[in-house]
């Protein structure tokens, strides 16, 4: 019986021949990574733990993304705690405002996690990093702790659901409407503990911003990882970025699934996910004429140089209604650059719209555009929990950036054909 | 010593468990004043040493942050009995040493002001008010090994002191 490419990657971190879905093994760890949130309550059971220093100094990444520029006193002296750790420990990859970005942007960027890797984050979207056909998941702050003083971790083999994507999707359609057809046809718990890979026609002509933007969201039904197999544009982004060797694992065409999900997408509209779950899909006529305060682009699901073109695209030239408030916001400061450059920056501000230096700000309701009672705003993000972006009377609609540029311009949820 | 059951339903996240709004600090005794408060804003007030939390499936789901169980820990409560749990919150719940039970028959019998009596060694929970008993899902091996060392804290400890001995 063959593997899953999650099961050779756990089983080459383990040093076994192979592993079988359910077993406990312990698995060497190629980066840890923590943010100004879960970093703090990490450094404090790292010390607790008697930890002297990191395991490797260049494999631990600190990214202060979620609250910063520093929001408030409180948030600054977080912050503080891990710019001090990093600092005491000559972290070299710690990255500070201004040189930063949001964590998932950043690190695939600046080649931090390649294909073959084993990525535990304390933050539940470093699963993002599947999307280079690495093992990437997200833990807690203890967790993370252990691993940095470790360099390995305990983790349970988690069986696989395949999902296979046949078709050919229209103009409009990126990785975000797959994830989230996908997620509302399994449900928030549908692939719990499970691996989700993602395969097909339709994957292998996906982007890789496209892939990133789907793997990011595998959290969302529950996932322990989504991944995709490395291919020729997997490599192409790998290469001349990677900052380590790299290992290319496919799954075996014998590989045993749990489940195999085959979807066509052909006639697969935006998608957008209403209040208050990420699988409460509807296709975007389904909830188009619905009233809007806001519109966020940006976050570790789509805030991409592709997603701020496909937003460019239809913002440029158009204006902002007048009673919406849009706000952009930059992956990292590489992809502000290269959006400068292209013209994509004076398009949103010429639009009415607002931009931001890289953070996760307004996603969790953290600054940066919070919601007031009964505000309705249609993000790029990811969760649209009760009181996710603000107010807990407050609503947020998922979706991609095309129907949200689209639903900026309108002031209602729009397809994006109705604008553009 | 029995408590109080606070009735839960499916996919309780942990924005609602510790709104992000609250995260720039993670003292526990500072986020347990506004645990669960987006779902039930009496809950944090009324909350005392002892009450047990039951809840449906996927209990813990979304953010990775350790402060959801931190902060419920500090309000006192003894454990969270769910029919199932999001895999995140489900370490760090063992990790932080907040007692949790997975027991579907629990979720779908308990209602809210039941007295419950939980048994954690074997993994009983009493509903004393109903007079039934319900029997949770037993604990993987090593996550006993975990706690038998008082937690992953201690474990990862002794560990830093075999490697420096080796």
């Keep these: 019986m063959g593997m899953t490419v999650t099961e050779k990657i756990l089983s080459a971190a383990s040093g076994r021949e192979r592993v079988e879905p359910g077993e406990l093994v312990w698995c060497r760890v190629d980066l840890v990574l923590a943010n100004d949130i879960t970093a703090p309550v990490a450094i404090r059971e790292f010390e607790r733990m008697g930890a002297d220093r990191p395991f490797d100094s260049e494999r631990v990444a600190l990214v202060p993304d979620h609250f910063t520029p520093n929001k408030d006193i409180r948030s600054a002296e977080q912050a503080r705690v891990v710019r001090e750790f990093a600092r005491r420990h000559a972290l070299p990859y710690y990255f500070e405002v201004g040189r930063m970005g949001i964590e998932h942007c950043l690190l695939p960027e600046q080649g931090l996690v390649g294909p073959g890797e084993v990525i535990v984050g304390a933050d539940s979207h470093t699963c993002t990093y599947g999307a280079l056909g690495a093992f990437a998941t997200g833990v807690g702050s203890t967790d993370l702790a252990a691993a940095m003083a470790l360099g390995e971790i305990w983790l349970r083999v988690p069986p696989s659901c395949k999902f296979v994507y046949h078709g050919t999707p229209g103009p409009w359609i990126g990785g975000k409407d797959l994830i989230l057809y996908t997620i509302g046809q399994i449900g928030v718990d549908g692939a719990l503990y499970r691996a989700m890979e993602f395969a097909g026609p339709v994957i292998n002509n996906l982007s890789m911003d496209g892939r990133f933007t789907m793997c990011n969201m595998a959290v969302e039904a529950g996932a322990k990882n989504g991944i995709i197999a490395p291919d020729g544009r997997t490599l192409d982004y790998v290469r001349g970025r990677a900052k380590r060797p790299w290992r290319v694992f496919t799954s075996d065409p014998d590989a045993s699934y749990e489940r195999v999900y085959e979807f066509d997408v052909t006639d697969l509209e935006p998608q957008v996910a209403l209040p208050h779950s990420p699988a409460n899909v509807r296709p975007v006529s389904r909830a188009a004429g619905i009233e809007i305060d806001q519109v966020v682009i940006g976050s570790c699901t789509n805030g991409r140089l592709e997603d701020l073109r496909v937003a460019a695209r239809i913002l440029k030239g158009r204006t902002v209604h007048p009673r919406v408030r849009l706000i952009v916001i930059p992956g990292t400061q590489e992809v502000y650059l290269r959006a400068l450059e292209e013209g994509l920056i004076a398009a949103f501000v010429e639009a009415g719209g607002a931009v931001s230096t890289p953070t996760c700000g307004p996603c969790l309701g953290g600054h940066m555009g919070v919601l007031a009672r009964g505000e309705r705003a249609v993000a790029t993000t990811n969760r649209n929990f009760v009181g996710r972006m603000g107010h807990p009377e407050s609503e947020v609609y998922l979706a991609g950036p095309a129907v949200a540029a689209a639903s900026a311009v309108a002031g209602y949820i729009a397809p994006p054909e109705e604008v553009a | ?166």
């Design chain 2, 1 to 166: 010593m029995p408590g109080r059951a606070w009735k839960f339903g499916d996919d309780v996240d942990t924005d609602v468990i510790i709104p992000a709004r609250y995260l720039n600090v993670s003292e526990p005794e500072e986020l347990a004043r506004h645990c669960m408060e987006d779902a039930d804003p009496q809950f944090a007030r009324e909350v005392r040493p002892g009450d047990v939390i039951v809840a449906g499936k996927n209990f813990g789901c979304g953010s990775s942050r350790e402060h959801a169980p931190l902060a419920i820990k500090a309000c006192g409560v003894a454990c969270v009995v769910a029919a199932t749990f999001a895999r995140i919150f489900y370490r760090n719940a063992f990790n932080v040493g907040l007692p949790i039970l997975e027991c579907p028959e629990a979720a779908e019998r308990v209602a809210a002001g039941d007295v419950l009596e939980i048994d954690l060694a074997g993994g009983l929970i009493r509903n004393l008010t109903k007079g039934e008993e319900y029997r949770a899902r037993p604990v993987p091996d090593f996550m006993r090994e975990i706690v038998a060392a008082g937690g992953l804290v201690p474990f990862v400890a002794r560990r830093l002191a075999e490697r420096r001995r080796a």
